[in-house]
């Protein structure tokens, strides 16, 4: 499975951006697909997920600003971030998975090369 992100750059804090993923490969019945992000130094941070029952999971850093509006037929994800904060800077990274949802990046089969976002003050 190949996923391409798109949609990063270089924004203010308080904006909206959008992010894009288009999968290869995607079922909506047996993958898990998600995005993460990731700063120098820490741990991947898993910020929102899609499991293969439609759910999906925030993480509380981001409940109430970013969510993932419906997959589309051509197995693109969004997200749709807003009131972007200094904070979110990192690079973004769209992931996906048959079956389980590891929490961190590592444990995923696929994931695309990321997408850097900077919010600045």
């Known amino acids: 499975v190949q996923l391409v992100e798109s949609g990063g750059g270089s924004v203010q804090s308080g904006v909206s951006l959008r992010l894009s993923c288009v999968a290869s490969?995607?079922?909506?019945?047996?993958?898990?697909i998600g995005w993460f992000i990731q700063t120098p130094g820490k741990e991947s941070e898993r910020v929102a997920t899609?499991?293969?029952?439609?759910?999906?999971i925030y993480a509380e850093s981001v409940k109430g600003r970013f969510t993932i509006p419906s997959i589309k037929a051509n197995h693109t994800l969004f997200l749709q971030m807003n009131n972007l904060k200094v904070d979110d800077t990192a690079m973004f990274y769209c992931a996906s998975q048959r079956g389980n949802c590891p929490l961190r990046l590592s444990g995923w089969d696929y994931w695309g090369k990321g997408i850097l976002v900077i919010v600045s003050s």
């Open positions: 490969a995607y079922s909506n019945t047996s993958d898990c």
């Open positions: 899609v499991y293969p029952d439609d759910e999906t």
